[in-house]
């Protein structure tokens, strides 16, 4: 028997429970909180920080061009020695100029411009025209200007230099709708320059990795615990909690993030040794039959990269979440991968969409606010030391030079309270980045394993087991009730 047609009435549907991806939109402001951009900044500082310290302590060697345009040569050397040599014969003082043993081929840009900074300052106190001290103010600049553009770089500064040229690419293809720049400046990103630094200081790579890892775990595990807790049981934890957390997990984190890439790189060992049969004249018949082995174990590699490079964000996010190990972490952000790869494109777009409107509401207010105070500030005093304070253009964070003849400690301060609050705006980016794949993480881990979002480990729980805030805490009354 046929059962009659029903009608049934819906009175509302809870959009917020059907349409969960809207909820990446939330780290927009979630990362603007103080604590967060407290560890963000602490993040950039001690990043920046190796970074100059590294290129202080070696020689610089990266074409003006940038990492990509490959060494400084010696035809590049030699192009710049005359500009070097006419510089030091118009401003050097007769006391600074290099002795005699110390040949011109040897000389640096750096030391150079050091030097004839110092015979301005000394020429400039001898003119009293103004409009003759412009124009020579004018000419000295161009001049520095123009030995810096051709001087060789460091490595480090010519690394972030294409960090910050691949990120803008990224937001300018965003808001013209180009996938195209989007996806070429996130290939860029992740993989041109890796290579790019790798074959232009190898030492370099191994240790800033190392610092990025070992910064990326304590920090990021700090503001990925803030955002879990925070999103999953609207907790606000405070900052010296969450650092306990990173600190005591950190062996897990860290061994999670590194150790598929130890599987990668033993997988293409192998591969490496089949193919090394090859060049035994009678063992390559045994390599060419065992070819199709090493396709088996490219395919394995192939699997591992893959999943590691699309689930990385969610490694991390699952030791903050869940406090598993190093493989239930790898092993959750590989089978959400694979079992809902479109689900994770669409939370992958959204979370970059967020991130673009973040950047663009935080860019325009830093811009606003160091432009307007420089304006303001110097209204009345005029001091040649606000000079290089402000006047940015609109999302271009650079920070001019400072005018050789302006005294050295009030510029340094003011450059120093400017370096601050730009390195704001990358404090700010890492605290977005942590915050939304901690939330990606709960939101796909909810699509494939059904679980809630606010199902995440609390603390007096066994390490690996989930639970809401407030079943722990009705779990708590009960202990001390018994």
Not at 363 to 371: A, I, P, R, S, V
Request: glycine share 8%; with cysteine.
């Amino acid at each position: 028997m046929t059962e009659p047609n029903r009608r049934i009435i819906i009175d509302g549907v809870a959009f917020s429970q059907v349409v969960q991806f809207p909820k990446l939109l939330g780290s927009c402001t979630a990362a603007f909180q103080p604590a967060r951009l407290l560890i963000g900044l602490l993040m950039v500082t001690a990043v920046m920080t190796f970074g100059r310290a590294w290129d202080g302590l070696t020689e610089p060697t990266v074409h003006p061009g940038g990492l990509l345009a490959g060494r400084w040569t010696e035809a590049d050397r030699q192009a710049l020695q005359p500009v070097l040599l006419s510089a030091m014969d118009k401003y050097a003082l007769p006391d600074d100029r290099f002795p005699e043993e110390v040949t011109e081929e040897s000389w640096q840009p750096v030391q150079v411009i050091a030097i004839i900074e110092k015979g301005y300052r000394e020429i400039r106190k001898d003119v009293t025209e103004p409009e003759q001290l412009e124009q020579d103010d004018r000419e000295f600049r161009e001049l520095v200007a123009m030995i810096e553009r051709r001087a060789p770089m460091g490595t480090f500064d010519a690394s972030v230099k294409l960090v910050g040229e691949r990120f803008q690419r990224m937001i300018d293809g965003v808001l013209a709708l180009s996938i195209k720049d989007v996806l070429a400046g996130a290939q860029d990103f992740a993989v041109l320059f890796p290579r790019a630094l790798w074959n232009q200081d190898r030492v370099l790579t191994i240790a800033l990795g190392l610092v990025l890892l070992l910064v990326y775990v304590v920090g990021g595990g700090a503001l990925c615990r803030m955002a879990a807790c925070q999103f999953a049981g609207r907790v606000r934890l405070r900052m010296s909690d969450a650092i306990d957390f990173a600190l005591v997990n950190w062996i897990r984190s860290m061994l999670a993030l590194i150790l598929p890439l130890g599987l990668a790189l033993f997988l293409a060992l192998i591969i490496v040794l089949l193919g090394a049969l090859m060049i035994v004249p009678i063992l390559d018949v045994l390599g060419g039959l065992l070819y199709g082995v090493a396709l088996l174990v490219g395919f394995v590699l192939a699997f591992v990269l893959v999943g590691y490079a699309a689930g990385f964000a969610m490694i991390l996010p699952a030791v903050a979440c869940e406090k598993c190990d190093w493989m239930d972490a790898n092993q959750k952000a590989f089978a959400f991968v694979y079992q809902r790869p479109l689900h994770l494109l669409g939370y992958a777009a959204t979370a970059l969409i967020g991130l673009v409107l973040g950047y663009l509401v935080f860019g325009l207010f830093t811009t606003l606010m160091l432009n307007m105070t420089a304006s303001l500030f110097g209204m009345i005093s005029g001091h040649p030391a606000l000079n290089s304070a402000g006047d940015f253009p609109w999302f271009n964070f650079e920070l001019r030079r400072v005018d050789p003849w302006v005294p050295g400690l009030v510029s340094g301060l003011i450059m120093f309270w400017q370096t601050l609050v730009v390195s704001l705006v990358g404090a700010y980016i890492v605290s977005f980045v942590c915050d939304v794949s901690t939330r990606l993480y709960l939101l796909i881990r909810r699509a494939c394993d059904d679980q809630e979002i606010g199902e995440i480990w609390w603390p007096g729980m066994i390490p690996g087991t989930i639970g809401t805030v407030r079943n722990r805490t009705e779990e708590l009354s009960r202990e001390e009730t018994t």
